[in-house]
């Protein structure tokens, strides 16, 4: 139990590493929590550059349109919250500390990044707020990143570059596999890619 919000920042940035020992836990914990993602109406967007902006674009264009709209991206700009928000209002730190306390256990149990704690908490707190859509933003690659575990009713890839090299590959060709891990099955895809 995190007693408040600095105790739970402090823990989750000590949990700040991009690759970690045992990659399967958060698919576990996914897993052990009965797929909650399902239920979210998702886009998805990967790509090297214009993520951000894509993701806020598109969350404008739905909230225009009268959409309850929750957005994940990452790394944050000024404040932790700022990674999950709705309606471009970042989560409060008093939701974000109950949803870590009703949880507190899953972080013992599961060797989780912070990205990985953010996605869970995300998904948590999305469908608490009954969102009608997410956008997500990928955090590095795509197919093996995270947020993949969702269902997006459609995908973008703002583009592809020679990104994280160490984890992604050494061509733009490995590079765009990866990223392109996005796509699902019958799913929609918008790139602006010009080299397909």
């Not at 944050?76 to 974000?96: G, P, Q, T």
């Not at 947020?147 to 990104?163: E, F």
């Amino acid at each position: 139990m995190f007693k408040d919000i600095d105790t739970f920042l402090a823990f989750i940035t000590s949990k700040k590493t991009s690759m970690k020992s045992h990659p399967d836990d958060f698919k576990r914990l996914i897993n052990d929590l009965g797929n909650p993602q399902w239920q979210l109406k998702c886009l998805h967007v990967a790509g090297t550059n214009g993520k951000g902006s894509v993701t806020n674009y598109l969350r404008s264009i739905l909230q225009q349109a009268g959409y309850r709209v929750g957005t994940f991206t990452s790394p944050h700009l000024i404040v932790h919250n700022d990674r999950i928000r709705i309606n471009d209002v970042y989560i409060s730190d008093e939701e974000l500390l109950s949803i870590a306390n009703e949880h507190d256990q899953f972080w013992k149990d599961y060797d989780l990044s912070m990205f990985e704690i953010d996605m869970v908490i995300s998904i948590l707190y999305f469908l608490r707020q009954r969102v009608d859509y997410v956008v997500y933003e990928v955090g590095m690659g795509g197919r093996l990143d995270p947020t993949n575990i969702i269902h997006a009713l459609a995908s973008v890839i703002v583009n592809i570059g020679l990104d994280h090299m160490e984890y992604l590959g050494d061509t733009l060709d490995k590079i765009a596999y990866e990223k392109a891990g996005i796509i699902k099955e019958n799913g929609l895809v918008f790139t602006a890619e010009d080299k397909p």
